[in-house]
């Protein structure tokens, strides 16, 4: 498959898409990383009710925004070596 733009809108379209897909799923990565660096071995914090428990602790600790904490410095990221 071959496609007629140049290879700069194409790199500029393959970063606007893994940012557009980052910042969807940026809060299951975010609690996926709280889950990780707990230090509690309960049995609540594993599994998807862990990611679970960890999402609504956040929305209502932080509110939603608390769920996107970090995703500018994650997307720069992912912009740069894309």
Not at 30 to 59: D, E, P, W
Not at 61 to 75: K, N, P, V, W
Request: aromatic share 8%.
């Amino acid at each position: 498959m071959t496609s007629s733009l140049p290879p700069l809108a194409q790199a500029l379209s393959g970063a606007l898409g893994s940012a557009a897909a980052n910042s969807i799923s940026y809060p299951l990565d975010l609690a996926a990383t709280k889950l990780q660096t707990t230090t509690s071995r309960s049995s609540r914090l594993r599994g998807f009710r862990g990611i679970l428990y960890v999402l609504r602790y956040v929305l209502r600790t932080e509110g939603f925004a608390g769920l996107y904490d970090g995703l500018g410095a994650d997307t720069a990221s992912t912009l740069i070596s894309k």
